[in-house]
């Protein structure tokens, strides 16, 4: 079964902090990796942040390195976006999606199945 559902977004001011949520199949979390993009309206979709279910590395675009903490939780079968030090240029909505591997240029990530998004607005 393939099912990514996410979860968190809303409104914040800038320099504040949201944490996405991932509802993730376990079909998925055994097979593959983890990651999330995001889309602003008007621009391409970013490659953010990726977990490697082979090795537990985390790979992050430059864009969040540094602000931004993607995690798993393995029993609850979810998978976590920690966003700090939120920016304005941060809005987007957000997609937690599957890959067959992270790769170390987070942009180049090629996704496979994705959920609905959810949508973060950063503005004051």
């Known amino acids: 079964q393939v099912q990514l559902e996410e979860s968190g977004g809303g409104l914040v001011q800038p320099g504040g902090s949201l944490r996405l949520s991932c509802a993730v199949s376990?079909?998925?979390?055994?097979?593959?990796?983890i990651g999330w993009f995001r889309q602003a309206p008007g621009k391409e979709r970013e490659g953010i942040s990726c977990?490697?279910?082979?090795?537990?590395?985390?790979y992050y675009a430059d864009s969040v390195r540094g602000r931004f903490t993607i995690s798993r939780d393995n029993r609850r079968n979810t998978v976590y976006l920690q966003m700090n030090s939120l920016k304005p240029e941060d809005t987007a909505v957000y997609y937690c999606?599957?890959?067959?591997?992270?790769?170390?240029?987070?942009?180049?990530?090629?996704?496979?199945?994705w959920g609905q998004g959810t949508e973060v607005t950063v503005s004051s």
């Open positions: 999606a599957s890959t067959v591997g992270c790769v170390p240029n987070v942009k180049d990530t090629v996704f496979g199945y």
């Open positions: 977990f490697s279910s082979s090795n537990a590395n985390t």
């Open positions: 376990r079909y998925l979390l055994d097979y593959y990796s």
